[in-house]
């Protein structure tokens, strides 16, 4: 099996998925409707990666129904949902699977990526794109709300902080004291001169040049708010992030289910909210310069609104 197929299955099939929704979702109709469809390819050579590949193919298609169950109430008490008496335990809660995402994960020796996987609908110079100003939130008011409260307990009081795909609001706190330095990347000049918390701001284009206009060590946190997914060269990125933070500091990452889907990479638009958590985390750990990366999911009124998940490192100390 080649390292991409190795990658790709342990994406699709993270043991926390395994332990708390596959006992409660098993059906032999989509077992049997997989196995087919992996028996009629050749891209498995072998009997047991075809296993592999039918084990991890129908946890995709579990993930793809949980967010149905999700918004008809089944995960909360027993007797709501799907008829009386039927419901899920509280462990089985979209929550307790997206914060177990990253605990035991699997990652081949490099990169796995493709440069097919950063591709985009629109590849168009992204200036043009960001050359109108938009003056608005990108995810709900529960979310923002959701995302400074989280900023809250974990701001410290003298940060120097940078904000990657920086716009109008960074949703920092509003009692925060922040440092000397609270600097913004990103791609309209007029959003980010209207962004209050900022004492500097860069406009650039860091899929044109993924390097950052700072000196190493430069910074205690880094943010980047629902836009990992628009960051066409990851890898380079999360280097430069590794380089400007100061051991120990911390770079959290936001994201969300909305998106520009013209502007965002194509493995982001194929996968699910809980992949996406996978795929953020595995930015920090080939980037080689982290701490293994953790995630919480602090989405504030699971299905009534934006779901809102961190996935977070800190730079090593070393």
């Known amino acids: ?3 991409r197929t190795t990658f790709l299955i342990s994406l699709y099939s993270f043991s926390p998925i395994q332990a708390f929704y596959l006992p409660y979702s098993y059906n032999l109709s989509t077992f049997y409707i997989v196995f087919l469809s992996l028996q009629s390819t050749s891209f498995f050579s072998k009997e047991e990666e075809k296993m592999t590949a039918w084990k991890a193919s129908t946890l995709v298609l579990q993930l793809l129904l949980l967010p149905a169950y999700n918004y008809c109430d089944a995960f909360f008490l027993p007797g709501r949902g799907r008829g009386k008496g039927f419901g899920f335990p509280l462990s089985m809660s ?4 997206a914060e177990k995402v990253l605990m035991n994960p699997v990652w081949p020796p490099a990169w796995p990526y493709s440069e097919q996987d ?8 992204d200036s043009l794109f960001y050359d109108q100003p938009r003056l608005c939130y990108h995810i709900d008011d529960a979310a ?3 995302l400074t409260e989280y900023y809250a307990t974990c701001f410290k009081d003298g940060e120097d902080v940078l904000d990657l795909c920086s716009s109008w609001v960074s949703h920092y706190p509003k009692n925060w004291k922040s440092g000397k330095n609270v600097a913004g990347v990103g791609m309209n000049e007029y959003e980010l001169s209207q962004n209050p918390v900022l004492t500097s701001f860069t406009v650039k284009d ?13 910074f205690d946190k880094v943010t980047c708010v629902v836009s990992v997914d628009y960051l066409n060269k990851p890898l380079e990125v999360f280097q430069e992030i590794g380089r400007v933070l100061r051991p120990g500091g911390e770079c959290i990452l936001s994201m969300s289910n909305r998106c520009f889907p013209t502007k965002a990479f194509q493995i982001w638009l194929q996968t699910s909210d809980f992949e996406h958590v996978f795929i953020a985390g595995s930015f920090f750990h080939y980037a080689g310069l982290f701490d293994p990366p953790s995630s919480l999911d602090i989405s504030p009124n699971p299905g009534k609104s934006d779901p809102l998940y961190i996935v977070k490192a800190a730079k090593k100390k070393d």
């Open 94 to 97: 979209t929550k307790s699977i």
């Open 118 to 125: 950063f591709e985009r609908t629109d590849e168009r110079e």
């Open 144 to 146: 923002v709300s959701a």
């Open 1 to 3: 099996m080649n390292q």
């Open 206 to 218: 860091l899929n044109a040049e993924p390097v950052l206009p700072y000196e190493d060590n430069s």
